[in-house]
């Protein structure tokens, strides 16, 4: 976190994602002070490079944790669930915070928004990018969402999450990756077996219904575009 240099920041999310491919998710998700300061940079952290490093590597031990979580019978997947735990308490206990970084917009390089403003574009047709770290956290949270117990996931929808996630899928409409990631957490908010507050806030705190209403009737009501 002390390096201003993004290239580093870079090669050390390379060098925790092989290091836990080595050895395996749980030698670092069992360490409570380990997760605790791995999240704490993916919120805190002054630079986005080092905050998209640092949910680089959360995103991989969720990853790995997924995939194996059932390898091996009940006591092998118990122990898995008991050495993951510190990372998802960890997770639960930021939810307002990994929320409320939806909201920031990237940073963008020095040399770019000149030229966009010089390009004659209006203000208002300029959509900023949704950035990588945003980009990361949106995985993290898809992720992690039917893994945090009901209660963290009960926090994230008071914090307007499937809101916040569905004016970002229909504001960045060309970008796959972000629609993948909200499509996820609608799916499991949906599913048999989701708490019902979850399901309550995308459906009608989020207005899921209204939202697919206009997607399915671009041109209006009556399905026409006016003449002029």
Known sequence: ?????????????????????????????????????????????????????AMSTALELLKLFEKERDIGGDEAAAKRAEDMQPLLDALGGRIENFVAMLNIEPELAPHLTPFLRDGGIPDCLLVTPVGSARLKLYSLLALG???????????????RLFEIALD???????????????????????????????????????SLPGRLAALASPFGEGGDVDAE
Do not use: K
């Open 1 to 53: 976190r002390a390096s201003p240099s993004a290239e580093l920041h870079s090669l050390a999310a390379d060098l925790f994602t092989h290091l836990i491919a080595q050895f395996g998710w749980g030698v670092l998700v069992s360490d409570a002070r380990f997760v605790g300061a791995l999240l704490d940079a993916c919120v805190d952290a002054r630079l986005q490079s080092v905050r998209s490093c």
């Open 168 to 206: 970002a899928f229909e504001r960045y409409a060309t970008n796959n990756m972000l629609h993948s990631q909200v499509t996820s957490m609608v799916t499991y908010a949906l599913r048999e077996g989701a708490p019902r507050a979850l399901t309550a806030s995308l459906v009608h705190d989020a």
């Open 145 to 159: 969402l039917p893994l945090l117990p009901e209660e963290a996931q009960l926090a994230l929808a008071q914090c």
